[in-house]
């Protein structure tokens, strides 16, 4: 939450040149994360990467430090282009997101859970009934072809409102009770222990109209199959500590001059001053991330002319085949002939 509200202040969202979101989330890691949290993941918890000189999904279990873990989930975070256009390093390897080579990576298929934020195929995911079966996989990941799928993808680059980010955590909730009360491993919601055996009644009547589709003993499937409003006595009942913890997450926390400058006429003029003001923001952003790219500035130097090599060298083969061709006939004949240029050197 304080990331979509940190994205949200800029005018722009998370487009503002001064939105740095690999700094938010590395800060954001530093703070919220035990010291100890290497000792408390390793071998319990893999981490998805994808290497970026091979394209290759590596999974890592293992780590020595905090400051690892740190990195690791950094680099699983990065998303090429939209985070930024050098990849972060993990032990000395340039890692991005490992949704980019395997977006369910699976250790036992019969033993493990897949989970994801989209509408699709997966164990714990938004379900809708609708007679549209199109699908598509996208490196492992199933999306269904729908509206709100393409609304959810949007909703992932450009943070929405603190409400509607609580409702999607909510309906996560759900995904997952649903899942668990299919499989028998839950009984059902239980009731808020706040609630009165009179005010109990209606709630229930609330939930299920009818009264009669129930998944396992007390979920109703239309919380199950579909996206749920935002409605505080579904929530209380269903989980009153989740509801404690979206409430508390999505307060308002910012000042009488946050809201002055939130009002329409206000942003408004805001929006109409941009030509003006980003220029200015601009340049003190690039001078701000210069400051702090100044210690990586030659390791990624150098990488970043390795990857115009090989970016080089493979549009070369794929445009001109016939260069390609007359290295290999080149190499075949110098090979024939006995004096290949390793063999020669070596000898």
Same mark, same amino acid.
């Given at each position: 939450?304080?990331?979509?509200?940190?994205?949200?202040?800029?005018?722009?969202?998370?487009?503002?040149?001064?939105?740095?979101?690999?700094?938010?989330?590395?800060?954001?890691?530093?703070?919220?994360?035990? @010291?100890?949290?290497?000792?408390?993941?390793?071998? *319990?918890?893999?981490?998805?990467?994808? *290497?970026?000189?091979?394209?290759?999904?590596?999974?890592?279990?293992?780590?020595?430090?905090?400051?690892?873990?740190?990195?690791?989930?950094?680099?699983?975070?990065?998303?090429?282009?939209?985070?930024?256009?050098?990849?972060?390093?993990?032990?000395?390897?340039?890692?991005?997101?490992?949704?980019?080579?395997?977006?369910?990576?699976?250790?036992?298929?019969?033993?493990?859970?897949?989970?994801?934020?989209?509408?699709?195929?997966?164990?714990?995911?938004?379900?809708?009934?609708?007679?549209?079966?199109?699908?598509?996989?996208?490196?492992?990941?199933?999306?269904?072809?729908?509206?709100?799928?393409?609304?959810?993808?949007?909703?992932?680059?450009?943070?929405? @409102?603190?409400?509607?980010?609580?409702?999607?955590?909510?309906?996560?909730?759900?995904?997952?009770?649903?899942?668990?009360?299919?499989?028998?491993?839950?009984?059902?919601?239980?009731?808020?222990?706040?609630?009165?055996?009179?005010?109990?009644?209606?709630?229930?009547?609330?939930?299920?109209?009818?009264?009669?589709?129930?998944?396992?003993?007390?979920?109703?499937?239309?919380?199950?199959?579909?996206?749920?409003?935002?409605?505080?006595?579904?929530?209380?009942?269903?989980?009153?500590?989740?509801?404690?913890?979206?409430?508390?997450?999505?307060?308002?926390?910012?000042?009488?001059?946050?809201?002055?400058?939130?009002?329409?006429?206000?942003?408004?003029?805001?929006?109409?001053?941009?030509?003006?003001?980003?220029?200015?923001?601009?340049?003190?952003?690039?001078?701000? *991330?210069?400051?702090?790219?100044?210690?990586?500035?030659?390791?990624?130097?150098?990488?970043?002319?390795?990857?115009?090599?090989?970016?080089?060298?493979?549009?070369?083969?794929?445009?001109?085949?016939?260069?390609?061709?007359?290295?290999?006939?080149?190499?075949?004949?110098?090979?024939?002939?006995?004096?290949?240029?390793?063999?020669?050197?070596?000898?």
């Amino acid at each position: 939450m304080d990331l979509v509200r940190k994205a949200r202040s800029r005018s722009i969202g998370s487009l503002h040149p001064s939105f740095n979101i690999n700094k938010c989330i590395r800060d954001g890691l530093r703070e919220t994360l035990p @010291d100890n949290v290497h000792q408390i993941i390793s071998g *319990r918890a893999c981490i998805s990467l994808t *290497r970026v000189s091979d394209g290759e999904n590596v999974l890592v279990s293992d780590f020595h430090s905090k400051d690892e873990v740190v990195d690791a989930l950094l680099c699983s975070c990065f998303i090429p282009f939209f985070s930024g256009l050098i990849p972060p390093s993990f032990r000395g390897e340039r890692y991005v997101d490992g949704g980019v080579s395997d977006n369910v990576p699976l250790l036992d298929a019969k033993t493990t859970i897949t989970v994801s934020p989209f509408y699709g195929e997966h164990d714990i995911c938004p379900k809708v009934k609708s007679t549209n079966f199109f699908q598509v996989n996208v490196t492992n990941l199933s999306l269904r072809l729908c509206a709100r799928n393409l609304h959810l993808l949007t909703r992932a680059l450009f943070p929405p @409102d603190l409400k509607v980010t609580g409702e999607l955590c909510f309906q996560g909730y759900l995904d997952a009770f649903r899942f668990l009360a299919e499989n028998g491993i839950c009984n059902g919601p239980q009731p808020s222990l706040s609630l009165s055996s009179e005010e109990m009644e209606p709630e229930a009547t609330h939930l299920c109209p009818e009264n009669s589709n129930l998944v396992g003993d007390q979920l109703p499937v239309n919380l199950c199959l579909t996206a749920v409003p935002w409605d505080d006595s579904i929530k209380e009942t269903l989980s009153p500590k989740l509801s404690t913890a979206v409430s508390e997450a999505i307060k308002d926390r910012d000042g009488y001059l946050s809201k002055a400058c939130n009002l329409l006429p206000i942003r408004i003029l805001s929006y109409l001053m941009l030509p003006c003001t980003l220029p200015v923001e601009l340049a003190i952003a690039v001078v701000h *991330r210069l400051v702090i790219w100044f210690p990586d500035i030659p390791d990624d130097i150098q990488w970043l002319q390795w990857a115009t090599s090989q970016v080089y060298a493979r549009m070369t083969t794929c445009l001109l085949p016939s260069t390609r061709s007359r290295a290999l006939k080149t190499e075949h004949q110098t090979c024939k002939r006995g004096h290949h240029p390793l063999l020669h050197k070596s000898q």
